[in-house]
């Protein structure tokens, strides 16, 4: 703390843990509705949430793309999962590591 200063922050910590690391989540219904728990629990001013599996990929990667095509869904009523992948691909190596890459998107 400085002097004159009073900063108090806030840090929630969630563990999803029904993924295991080389493969795909145990049920779907299961993730996203830790999605939804996760997006529930931040106020829209508490500034960016921090998203990591142990390698930043992976796991990581298609967390990132669920809650955006969650948000398109809900904002436009459509979804565009192929451009979604593709230009969060092109920002992130290695954010998405399955098949996904012999379709040209990552």
């Known amino acids: 703390e400085r002097r004159g200063y009073s900063a108090r922050h806030e840090v929630k ?3 999803f843990t029904s993924w ?3 493969g ?3 049920h779907a219904t299961g993730l ?3 999605i939804r728990r996760v997006k529930a629990s ?3 001013d508490a500034g960016p949430i921090v998203i990591h599996c142990s390698a930043g ?3 990581t990667g298609c967390y990132i793309v669920l809650d955006v095509m969650l948000d398109m869904a809900e904002c436009e009523g459509v979804v565009d999962i192929y451009n979604c992948v593709k230009t969060l691909c092109s920002r992130r190596i290695n954010m998405i590591q ?5 379709l040209g998107w990552g």
């Open 13 to 15: 910590q969630f563990h």
């Open 32 to 34: 996203l509705a830790f």
């Open 42 to 44: 931040t106020p829209p």
């Open 24 to 26: 795909v989540p145990y």
């Open 20 to 22: 295991p690391e080389h």
């Open 57 to 59: 990929t992976g796991r």
């Open 98 to 102: 399955t098949e996904v890459s012999s």
